[in-house]
């Protein structure tokens, strides 16, 4: 066992080596980095100045998709109009009854126009804004524009696409109405020629559904559906 003066010794006069590493952990301890004050609040600035920085920017971002969708429905509906206004509603024949049957003559109605080739008329007339015709031909020309009305909705995904062909269908009617009675009465005279409408109405809505509708995703999509019955 150590003599009780050195152990005394030691105490009161420890190793130079046990000094030097006393004295590094306080100094250590008194040196400790902590958080400041500044930099807690530079950081909170920072990060707020970021965060309105990014709504500002989102705003703007959904404002401008805002703005683009609502003039791709205005030039839909603009020129979805023009094209029921002056395409033809309806091509209606003038049955001929000679003995080789056939036709003697067309009439062709639009909304804003109208041409006449009258078999008893040796020079076929074309009118425009003939307020008479444009009257007795509403109900063949006016709807149409049902069309025009399930477009722009069709674009905004507020319709299906059965309730869009349920419309189109709507919207020749009283053509496909003239067509049935015209098949019958050619039948038994024997004279046939192209009756009906002609729909460009269809092609340049289907035009701006392609152009402007964006694929609507089913909150659903990707979860397993069961089979239906018949595939069971």
Request: charged share 15%.
């Amino acid at each position: 066992m150590m003599p009780e003066a050195l152990r005394t010794d030691s105490v009161l006069n420890p190793h130079p080596l046990h000094r030097v590493l006393s004295m590094s952990s306080i100094g250590l301890r008194h040196i400790r980095p902590g958080p400041s004050r500044s930099s807690h609040y530079f950081c909170k600035a920072f990060f707020s100045s970021s965060l309105k920085t990014s709504m500002r920017e989102l705003s703007v971002s959904e404002e401008a998709e805002s703005r683009r969708e609502r003039t791709s429905l205005l030039i839909t509906a603009i020129v979805m109009a023009l094209t029921c206004a002056l395409e033809p509603a309806l091509v209606l024949p003038y049955p001929s009854y000679s003995s080789g049957g056939g036709v003697s003559g067309y009439d062709i109605i639009a909304l804003v126009w109208y041409y006449t080739a009258q078999p008893w008329n040796p020079e076929p007339r074309l009118y425009f804004f003939y307020i008479p015709i444009i009257i007795i031909y509403l109900p063949v020309t006016l709807p149409l524009f049902i069309f025009v009305y399930g477009v722009v909705r069709y674009i905004q995904n507020r319709i299906t696409t059965a309730r869009l062909v349920a419309l189109g269908i709507l919207s020749i009617i009283f053509p496909l109405f003239v067509v049935i009675i015209y098949v019958i009465v050619a039948s038994m005279i024997g004279a046939f020629g192209f009756v009906g409408p002609i729909p460009i109405h269809f092609l340049v809505g289907a035009l701006f559904i392609k152009l402007f509708r964006k694929s609507q995703v089913a909150p659903w999509e990707g979860e397993d559906e069961e089979a239906p019955w018949w595939e069971e």
